[in-house]
């Protein structure tokens, strides 16, 4: 058991939790964090509370923001919004297939290397953008480096809104991608149409794979559609199911109505049923 705070680097961005230590920032306070090229400002967007979860392993903030330091982080951020202005107006020059996605900007990176501006963009295939590295090395005045995203992580690093009405999963608390399939679709019922299934990055939405376990521990021992139960209101055949009510749907057979029996009540009628016709 121990503290635990969430900042963001972005409002509405996604969300990295730490270690307090000692220090107790409330919602709005600016934090220093520990990053790979030294600490930056980050926004408090959850005040610091003890949790249950082991806090052994999440990394400690450094310090209250100063005001040199929100000084040095608003520079920052203008030299990202310089950065992103010429990257769009000498891609536009090249004529090259490219969007823009993000910029980051180092104002002098761990080890002494001067300054550095890494811009992911992203292209329909692979791109020669030597001669635009040059050009924007010559306009910024720093180090530039090209990185190339996928569909994926495009919508993480840009964010949006699902079709759910909330914030994209994976700007917000997703780690990694783990692999969805159609499958996972066909199990759960869905409409394999694309524009119902997809998430904004145009891939199979990420939440197919929340749900998907409760599905298939429900079809492994509920009677399958077509299977004749017994249930408390008499014998009929299951015409559907209704996985999170954990029941089916029973057409009885004797009037044709249709009823909703717990998952519970006909699986052991479903045993019956298998032992005696095999």
Known sequence: MGMLCAVSF??????FYFDPGELRPAVGDRVLVPTDDGPEVAECVWAAQWVTDETEGFPRLVAMAADDDLR?????RKRKAEAKVAAKRLIRDHELPMKVVAVDHVLDSAGGQGARTTIYFTAPHRVDFRSL???????LHCRVELRQLSARDSARVQGGIGSCGRDLCCATFLNDFEPVTIRMAKDQDLPLNPLRISGACGRLMCCLKYEHPLYVSFQATAPPVGARVSTPDGDGRVVGHSVPRDAVTVRMDA????????????????QAYEERHG
């Open 10 to 15: 972005n409002r509405y961005g996604r969300l």
């Open 72 to 76: 040095r982080d608003e520079l920052l």
């Open 133 to 139: 590295v040059r050009d924007l090395g010559a306009t």
């Open 255 to 270: 009037d044709g109505s249709r009823c909703s029996c717990s998952r519970a009540s006909v699986c052991g009628s479903r």
